[in-house]
């Protein structure tokens, strides 16, 4: 797992965000801009024709809302919004929730071509194994 540290400020202390890649990804393949596409459901493969797996916190956990703000720029209801577009209009499969952080990280260490944002603060705390520090271009 490749992992991407986004700071985060506004909704107190353990609320960073950390955008995740399973190790089977070519983390050059991480641009900004790539990661923006990938959670909007726009791109759906990685540069090695793999497909693009997301997974994402629940709509009410906290990381995920400062990552919709932050990051995405967008509210979370207008995210899920889009994916519910992707998944009914057959341009691409849905996205995979998980409640916590421990089941996310669990899910992209597991699924070749997966992709999550999960808790930093989890992350320090837990120091799972596979994951290192990436940075955007």
């Known amino acids: 797992v490749v992992m991407l540290m986004l700071p985060s400020w506004g909704l107190g202390q353990g609320s960073a965000y950390v955008i995740i890649i399973n190790s089977s990804v070519n983390s050059e393949a991480l641009t900004k ?22 997974g994402m916190l629940s709509k009410n956990n906290r990381h995920f809302i400062v990552f919709c703000r932050d990051f995405m720029k967008m509210t979370p209801l207008k995210l899920l919004r889009r994916w519910s577009h992707v998944k009914h ?8 929730s998980f409640q916590n952080s421990a089941e996310l990280i669990h899910y992209v260490q597991k699924t070749p071509g997966a992709i999550g944002v999960v808790s930093e603060k989890y992350l320090a705390e837990n120091k799972p194994e596979g994951i290192h520090y990436v940075t955007f271009k």
Do not use: C, D, L
């Open 89 to 96: 209009s057959g341009i691409g499969k849905g996205y995979v």
């Open 33 to 54: 801009k790539n990661a923006h596409a990938i959670f909007m459901g726009r791109k759906r493969q990685w540069e090695e024709t793999m497909p693009v797996r997301v």
